[in-house]
């Protein structure tokens, strides 16, 4: 599991961290909307570096959004393909685990209380 999270640092480095699997993870190409940078964030009072931030103010969260969204329609027709068979409650949270999680991330991605992406 690889966890992304949401900065805001006028909240005194509050953070909302998704957990997705490396597969999910992988397929969000934010790099190819905007490289990731290295950046010092205070988190519980301690300056940390991390390697992989995105700084999601105006532009990028706009692309980023756009990028999540079509991200949405396309693993929404393949969940619909898929559940035309019929599947029991463990097959269906499997089959719907990438479209939650995308659901997730724009919910955050579009609190504009974040300003930063952080990909660990």
């Avoid at 190409?29 to 940078?37: C, L, R, V």
Wanted: charged share 30%.
């Amino acid at each position: 599991m690889l966890d992304i999270s949401f900065y805001n640092p006028e909240m005194e480095g509050t953070m909302e961290t998704i957990e997705l699997s490396s597969n999910c993870y992988k397929s969000l190409d934010f790099w190819q909307i905007t490289p990731s940078q290295s950046k010092n964030l205070k988190i519980d009072g301690e300056l940390v570096k991390h390697d992989k931030v995105i700084p999601i103010q105006n532009t990028n969260r706009f692309k980023l959004s756009l990028l999540l969204r079509e991200s949405i329609v396309k693993e929404s027709q393949l969940v619909l393909e898929r559940l035309k068979e019929s599947f029991s409650k463990e097959e269906y949270v499997k089959q719907t685990y990438r479209l939650q999680k995308l659901h997730e991330i724009l919910r955050c991605l579009e609190n504009e209380q974040f300003t930063d992406l952080i990909l660990d």
